[in-house]
Structure formats: C-alpha cells, structure tokens
T-cell receptor
Framework: DAGVIQSPRHEVTEMGQEVTLRCKPI?????LFWYRQTMMRGLELLIY????????DSGMPEDRFSAKMPNASFSTLKIQPSEPRDSAVYFC???????????FGDGTRLSIL | SQQGEEDPQALSIQEGENATMNCSYK?????LQWYRQNSGRGLVHLIL?????REKHSGRLRVTLDTSKKSSSLLITASRAADTASYFC??????????????FGEGTQLTVNP
C-alpha cells in the first residue's frame, strides 16, 4: 500500500509569497495531522482532522497559516504571506483510528528566503 | 514545553553493542510510543506500550514503562549501522481526546559505527 504522500518534497520561495503544501493520507485513515519540525522547537503539532473536520488547530502559529481537508484523500496547509521564520520541515501523518500509530509522510522541506 | 524528554540527546556506539535511550514525561498517559526518523525522512512507528503494561518486545527492541517514575526506556540490542537514526518518544496523554493527539519529545540521535 502507498504511504502518506506529500508534495512538494522541497520548496524554496521568497518571503511574502503564498506557499501551499499538499498531503494525501493513507486510504481509509480517518485522522490526518500536520506537524512542523525545526531544530529549535522540535516536532510541533499544528492541526489535526478527524473525518475531514478540523478538531484542534491550537498549534497553528498565526492567521497566516490555514489548513483544509476538502475530502478524505487530500489536505492542504497554506501559508500566506510566508516569512523566513516559517522555514522548517512540514510533515503530514495519518492514522486509521484513535488506537493505531501514526504514519508519516517524508515531509516538505520549506525554505523562505 | 515538550511532554517527553529524551536522554541522552546523542549516543554513539559500535556495531553489535546495545543502545539504551530514556524518555521522561510529566503527566498521566494512556500510552507511550517510540518512533524512528532517518535523515531526510518521516517518522516511522516502532512500538507502543500502554499505561498498564510494564515491558514490551518487538524483534531487537525492548521497551519498558514505569508510570510511577513517569519514564520509559528503549533498548536496541545487537545494534547495526542501519539503526543510525533519531529516536523519539511520544505520549498520548490522559485528558486529551484519547488516541487523537501525541506529544513528541526532542529525540535521541543514535549513531552506530561499523
């Protein structure tokens, strides 16, 4: 089975630009998570969805960040406008139900110049 | 702040030796999980231990959990160069919607020298 698929793998853009990160969870998984990983702050949960509904977005750093899950097989994380401090690796993860482990994608390495 | 704190931050051993990593946490948990992250890749789930379990094995991995001390350890026996990675503990905390949210520690960087 295909794992969690994220695109793009790398993104380099200038500050002020809009950035859209994409995630395709494992088919049948009801939970989807967006994380950010940096050296300074480690792995932080930004938001998670259950059955396409956002459940907890308390980790979203500011209004510049937004996430959507229009259907069970696709989610986006958008940053507008982007800033250099948003540079990080962004991971998407999914899981089947509350009692199963999370499956991670390989991440998007984002650099904002 | 991070719920889990791993110790040590970095560990370098020779192939064939055992590697032990520790994790401490602060609040009551439903379960504790260990993940591995290879450089440039996502996290991979290794093992889950529930709060009512004290020890669990999976292949060369052995995990212990001491809820009275709020700590866990991950032992990798007969290490291989391919075990070189970062290892993270993650807690599913009581009070959170069960199983829906994990809090990750800062990780231990393990280097296994051939």
């Amino acid at each position: 089975d295909a794992g969690v698929i994220q695109s793009p793998r790398h993104e380099v853009t200038e500050m002020g630009q809009e950035v859209t990160l994409r995630c395709k969870p494992i088919s049948g998984h009801d939970y989807l998570f967006w994380y950010r990983q940096t050296m300074m702050r480690g792995l932080e949960l930004l938001i998670y969805f259950n059955n396409n509904v956002p459940i907890d977005d308390s980790g979203m750093p500011e209004d510049r960040f937004s996430a959507k899950m229009p259907n069970a097989s696709f989610s986006t994380l958008k940053i507008q406008p982007s800033e250099p401090r948003d540079s990080a690796v962004y991971f998407c993860a999914s899981k089947l139900d509350p009692y199963q482990p999370q499956h991670f994608g390989d991440g998007t390495r984002l650099s904002i110049l | 702040s991070q719920q889990g704190e791993e110790d040590p931050q970095a560990l370098s051993i020779q192939e064939g030796e055992n590697a032990t990593m520790n994790c401490s946490y602060k609040t009551s948990i439903n379960n504790l999980q260990w993940y591995r992250q290879n450089s440039g890749r996502g996290l991979v789930h290794l093992i889950l231990i529930r709060s009512n379990e004290r020890e669990k094995h999976s292949g060369r991995l052995r995990v212990t959990l001491d809820t009275s001390k709020k700590s866990s350890s991950l032992l990798i026996t007969a290490s291989r160069a391919a075990d070189t990675a970062s290892y993270f503990c993650a807690t599913d905390r009581v009070g959170e919607t069960s199983g829906s949210r994990l809090t990750f520690g800062e990780g231990t960087q393990l280097t296994v020298n051939p």
